[in-house]
C-alpha cells in the first residue's frame, strides 16, 4: 500500500498510511512526570516533563479522532524484582531506588499508583498498554508481535526521556525496519541539551534512525483544521 498522507518533517517530509501507523506514547507514568516519583528521586526537576502532558493530550485527542491507533508503555518492574536486574536496580545516586516505598508506593513496580500513566493520557479500549521491563518498548514484551498483527510499518513517537526510553525504543524499531518519526515537542528529557542532540542524533545523515516533526506538522497532514 502507497504512503497516502505526508507530513513536513526534517530532513525530508515524513510519507505514511494512516491505517498503517501507531502513535507509540512512551512511559507517561506518574514515577517520571510528578513530584514524589523514581525522576525526582534522582535529583530531578520534574516540571518540564510535566508541561508535556497538554501537548500530548491535544495530540492524542487529534490521533484518535482521525482514527488512528495508539500504543502506550510504561516501564515497571515484578514485585519481586526478577525482572530488575542489579546492575539496573543499583545504578545512579538515587534517594529512593527501584522497589523502595515512596510517596507514590514502590517505585517502579507494576501495578502501584507510580507506576500508572497519568489520567489525563489515560487509555482507552482497545489501545495496548505495553508494559516492559528496561528501556526499549520492544525488550521482553510483545509489542512486536501487536504491530505485525495489525499491519503497522510506521511508527511516531512521544513521550519521555528523549534520550533514553523513547530514542531506545525508536533505535530498536529502526532495526525491525519500520519508519519512525519522533514528535520535538512531544517528548521530553529532565537535560534539554539531551532532547536536542537526541533530535539532531536521529535524523542525521538522510534520517540514518528516523525522522523529526512537530505535532502541529504531524496533525496537518493527519486531521486539518
Avoid at 73 to 101: F, M, Q, W, Y
Wanted: proline share 8%; with cysteine.
Amino acid at each position: 500500500m502507497s504512503p497516502s498522507l505526508t507530513a513536513s518533517a526534517t530532513p525530508t517530509p515524513f510519507a505514511f498510511d494512516l491505517s498503517r501507523t501507531a502513535l507509540l506514547i512512551i512511559d507517561m507514568q506518574r514515577d517520571f512526570v510528578e513530584p514524589g516519583g523514581f525522576g525526582a528521586s534522582l535529583g530531578n526537576d520534574v516540571a518540564p516533563l510535566q508541561s508535556l502532558v497538554p501537548v500530548i493530550s491535544r495530540l492524542l485527542g487529534r490521533w484518535r479522532a482521525a482514527g488512528g491507533w495508539v500504543v502506550h508503555t510504561r516501564e515497571g518492574h515484578a514485585p519481586d524484582l526478577s525482572d530488575c536486574p542489579p546492575a539496573k536496580r543499583e545504578r545512579g545516586e538515587a534517594n529512593l531506588r527501584i522497589g523502595d516505598v515512596g510517596p507514590m508506593g514502590r517505585i517502579l513496580i507494576r501495578g502501584e499508583p507510580g507506576h500508572a500513566i497519568v489520567p489525563e493520557l489515560t487509555p482507552i479500549p482497545g489501545e495496548p498498554v505495553i508494559d516492559k521491563p528496561g528501556k526499549g518498548a520492544f525488550y521482553a514484551t510483545d509489542l512486536q508481535a501487536q504491530l505485525q498483527a495489525r499491519g503497522i510499518t510506521h511508527l511516531v513517537l512521544a513521550g519521555v526521556t528523549t534520550e533514553v526510553c523513547v530514542q531506545t525504543t525508536m533505535r530498536e524499531a529502526n532495526d525491525r525496519g519500520y519508519e519512525c518519526l519522533l514528535l520535538e515537542d512531544a517528548c521530553r528529557s529532565y537535560f534539554p541539551p539531551f532532547h536536542q542532540a537526541t533530535l539532531e542524533m536521529v535524523r542525521a545523515q538522510g534520517a540514518i534512525v528516523g525522522w523529526t516533526a512537530t505535532s502541529a506538522e504531524l496533525l496537518a497532514a493527519v486531521s486539518p483544521l
